[in-house]
């Protein structure tokens, strides 16, 4: 093994001399049972686990763990496993994307200053993915993720139900009338049969998927279900690549590279993925130190066609992907209609396009063909204009076609509990052709950005048989939701950004196709409410981790990262001496 390295192990910083300190930091790790031959040139796999009982979809990582360390023992390696911060979104309020940034500071830290010659992170409910891997992006040693994998397809009265979006659209029946409170609530049991992530294309499901377009993935990681024993398969040939990794010196930052984030964003169009996936992207494009911005949304994403037909945007879930044959078959048909950069290296020091350009598919209707797919242009939609001239985000195969392009007057919610509060009044001045906003709902305005984007209908329009309307805010929302949701509008109404000046009445132009987002009111007139704005604008005072998060986080299209933690710093750490 040691021959084979092209550079010393990093791990020898701590067990590799006879000195004091050498003895030091094998003494006290052999407390657990480790044999003096273990610390003599086998490379240090740190296991980096989000396993927690509050985090529902991550609480088979023990087992998923378990099978790691089998395969890095395997390849001739030293398996550490150890906690960090678990943010799931299903428990923790007021939204796990308030802790992120949080998260990835503990897992740089982790992994910077321990004994470790490469990492394995294990990830699942939304946003440990993108947290893992901005902290280990800001570390780049040799790295592969691991994902929970989704849970088994929901059951309800015979029927497959998806997670988190059987929730919206039950509620809102419920709302209009035609769903009593029994039936609703009787799907709550059926709807999470197994452990994992959401079954549905949300943004956990999204982002698997992301990190296997991306390579640092093995092939097959975004959709093996949970329970499926080829997960844990997975998980094992994962330990064993890491080692090979190590070997080859395969750092992070070779395999995150311009083309690889492009083909992340034409994935997520040819799946119907999350809108989210465009904040966490940036974010790791930052800490590797790759230029991503909106605009190559629109010029890598905007043209490529949905071919999943999965749950919120289609008909089927996770499950039904798998077996159809996962996202290799998807990333073949992109490459066969030249749809994707073939030359991107991946985990397994192979080619993207070498991986997946004999995959299988299975099933027609769950993966279409480039010919006949569930929606034309199925890429995130950028829209700018003077209420967002930093950009706003709208998710295309989720909206209703028919108002992509729209005008409408403004229905305005100064933040959620006015929302909340207001949007029950049976005397609520709006119709179906009104447009919803919503503000002070981004990164500061309700700190973390909560997935709030997607506004409930008003119960009196949902009893005429409303649908969908277009709703406007600072927000995100979950990728398990639906309609046509203008969301992450920048600068936020809580850094007075031209959405704080909206009004009740105001006119709004959305055009979808054209990337247009306006308010119908002369600069003039907007410059003049945002200085009366201006005037009485206080951000309170909270104290704590909350405190540092406004201050410091930037804005949507910036990946609402923390200003500090941009950039690569390296593995590097200074010596220790005792």
């Not at 995100?476 to 031209?498: D, I, Q």
């Not at 986080?553 to 200074?574: H, K, S, T, Y």
């Amino acid at each position: 093994m040691s021959e084979k390295t092209k550079k010393p192990l990093r791990s020898a910083q701590w067990f590799g001399s006879d000195d004091k300190n050498g003895f030091m930091y094998r003494s006290w790790m052999k407390n657990q049972g480790i044999p003096d031959h273990q610390f003599k040139g086998k490379p240090v796999i740190g296991i980096c686990n989000t396993w927690s009982e509050l985090t529902p979809c991550n609480a088979h990582f023990r087992q998923i763990a378990e099978k790691v360390k089998q395969g890095v023992i395997e390849a001739g390696g030293v398996p550490v496993e150890f906690p960090v911060f678990s943010n799931g979104e299903s428990n923790l309020r007021p939204t796990a994307m308030l802790t992120r940034n949080l998260a990835s500071m503990d897992v740089e830290e982790s992994i910077r200053g321990n004994p470790i010659d490469g990492v394995v992170l294990l990830v699942g409910c939304d946003k440990t993915t993108p947290a893992l891997l901005m902290g280990a992006a800001s570390c780049n040693l040799p790295t592969i993720v691991v994902s929970g994998g989704p849970m088994l397809n929901g059951k309800h009265k015979g029927q497959d139900i998806g997670s988190g979006t059987i929730v919206w659209q039950m509620h809102e029946q419920y709302k209009s009338g035609e769903l009593s409170l029994h039936d609703f609530m009787g799907a709550e049991a059926g709807m999470s049969r197994s452990a994992g992530t959401c079954n549905t294309m949300g943004t956990a499901s999204t982002m698997a998927s992301m990190v296997e377009a991306l390579g640092v993935s093995l092939p097959h990681n975004a959709a093996i279900p949970a329970v499926d024993s080829r997960r844990y398969v997975l998980a094992h040939m994962s330990g064993i690549q890491i080692v090979d990794m190590v070997e080859e010196d395969l750092t992070l930052s070779k395999i995150l590279t311009p083309e690889a984030f492009h083909n992340a964003i034409r994935t997520n169009a040819a799946i119907g993925g999350s809108t989210n996936a465009v904040i966490h992207l940036k974010a790791i494009a930052q800490r590797i130190g790759v230029d991503l911005d909106l605009e190559d949304w629109q010029k890598y994403g905007r043209e490529i066609p949905t071919l999943v037909n999965l749950q919120p945007s289609g008909q089927y879930l996770m499950e039904d992907f798998y077996y159809a044959g996962g996202l290799p078959a998807v990333l073949r048909r992109l490459g066969e209609a030249g749809k994707l950069d073939k030359e991107t290296i991946t985990v397994n020091g192979k080619t993207l396009w070498d991986n997946v350009k004999t995959a299988p598919c299975y099933n027609d209707d769950v993966i279409r063909t480039i010919d006949n797919p569930l929606v034309e242009q199925g890429g995130i939609c950028i829209l700018r204009g003077n209420l967002a001239p930093r950009g706003a985000v709208l998710k295309p195969s989720a909206a209703t076609p028919e108002l992509m392009k729209h005008k409408g007057r403004a229905v305005v919610f100064e933040n959620l509990d006015h929302y909340k509060k207001r949007i029950l009044d049976p005397a609520l001045d709006i119709d179906a052709d009104c447009i919803m906003v919503l503000k002070n709902c981004g990164p500061k305005g309700y700190p973390g950005m909560a997935e709030v984007g997607n506004m409930g209908l008003p119960p009196k329009l949902l009893k005429q048989g409303v649908t969908d309307m277009v709703r406007i805010s600072d927000a995100r929302m979950s990728g398990t939701a639906f309609g046509t949701v203008v969301l992450h509008v920048a600068p936020e109404a809580m850094e007075l950004g031209p959405l704080a000046a909206v009004q009740d009445g105001d006119l709004i132009e959305l055009d979808a196709q054209a990337g247009v987002l306006n308010l119908l009111i002369t600069d003039e007139e907007l410059e003049a409410r945002l200085a009366l704005l201006r005037e009485t604008h206080v951000i309170v005072k909270t104290g704590g981790y909350l405190e540092l998060y406004r201050e410091h986080v930037l804005q949507a299209d910036e990946g609402c990262d923390f200003d500090f933690l941009i950039g690569c710093r390296g593995a590097d750490v200074p010596s220790h001496s005792h």
